[in-house]
Structures are given as C-alpha cells and as structure tokens.
C-alpha cells in the first residue's frame, strides 16, 4: 500500500511539470485570442461606415470577415478548452486540492463566457447581410466593438487566473522537494 502511495506520488510530482506546460500553452492561445480581438476592432471600424453609399466594404463583406473572425475565435477557444480541461481532470484526480483547482475551474468560467460572447459575434455575422437596409454602421460597430471588448476582458482575467496557477503549479514541486 505505501509502494502505491508512493508511486501515486511520483506520477503526480511528474504531472506538474506537464501541466504547467499546459497553462503556458494555454496562455500563448489565449495571446493570440487577443490579437484577433485586436483585428475585430478594425473591423468595426470598417462597420462604422460601411453603411455609407460610398463604402468600400459593404455589409455582405462585412458578414465575411465577421465569420472569418468568429472561426479564428472558434479555433482559440477549442484550443484553450482542450488544454485548460486537460488541466482540471487532472488537479481534480489530485489527493490535495488546493487554489490550484480553483483557479483551473474559474478559467473554466471565464472560458464558457468567452464562448457565449463568441457565438454572439457569430449571429450578428450571419445577420449582417441580411439587416443592410435597417442596420446602420455607427450600431453594427458599437455592438461588435462592445462584444470584442467584454472578450478581451475575459481573456485578461483568464491570463490572470493563467498567471496564479502556472505559479501554482511551478512553486509545488519545489516546496515538496525541500520537505522530502
């Protein structure tokens, strides 16, 4: 019995060093979630005026870039849910649960909102097109603008949460390391 404590023990303190990759991956995804966040403000720039006669895009290819952004969202998202996923199974199977498992479901939270928000984005790319005649730009830009900025501040509270648990993570084998 204390062989598979024992064994139970190493193949946890080797976890650590894995999940703490983890996070750090998770964060580069959540980075480059931010950039096409970046780039969806542009695009609302765009939406300002692009119900203008003049406009050199016009709503059909607003709707376009729109999904465009939406599946790159997507991407980062289902990036991050595998990882951060990854992540909890494993500190929730750990015999001590600590903030560690709390903070990984907290991410879980802020990654289920950031989701909600990004189906958002993507009804209003499927709507577009067909609104050209009752949406106005300077709206189309606000609704975008305030959908991309609630997603970046989820993102910043992620990398937050990202930040403790990578910290978390990397300062455990070091204190388990002094006690042995």
Do not use: F, K
Not at 111 to 132: D, E, F, K, S, T
């Amino acid at each position: 019995m204390h062989a598979t404590t024992h064994n139970a023990a190493r193949e946890a303190a080797q976890a650590e060093p894995c999940l703490a990759q983890h996070v750090l991956q998770c964060q580069d995804h959540t980075e480059s979630l931010r950039t096409v966040l970046r780039a969806c403000h542009a695009v609302a720039s765009l939406a300002a005026g692009a119900s203008n006669p003049g406009a050199a895009v016009g709503m059909d290819g607003l709707g376009e870039l729109l999904h465009l952004h939406s599946e790159a969202m997507e991407q980062r998202l289902d990036a991050i849910h595998t990882l951060i996923e990854t992540i909890r199974a494993t500190l929730a199977r750990r015999p001590e649960r600590g903030q560690d498992i709390s903070l990984a479901l907290d991410a879980c939270d802020q990654l289920a909102i950031l989701r909600q928000v990004q189906l958002a984005w993507q009804a209003v790319a499927c709507m577009v097109p067909y609104a050209a005649d009752t949406l106005t730009g300077e709206n189309l830009a606000a609704a975008l603008r305030l959908m991309a900025d609630a997603m970046h501040g989820r993102a910043a509270a992620m990398d937050d949460m990202l930040d403790a648990l990578h910290a978390a993570l990397t300062a455990a084998p070091v204190q388990e390391g002094t006690a042995a």
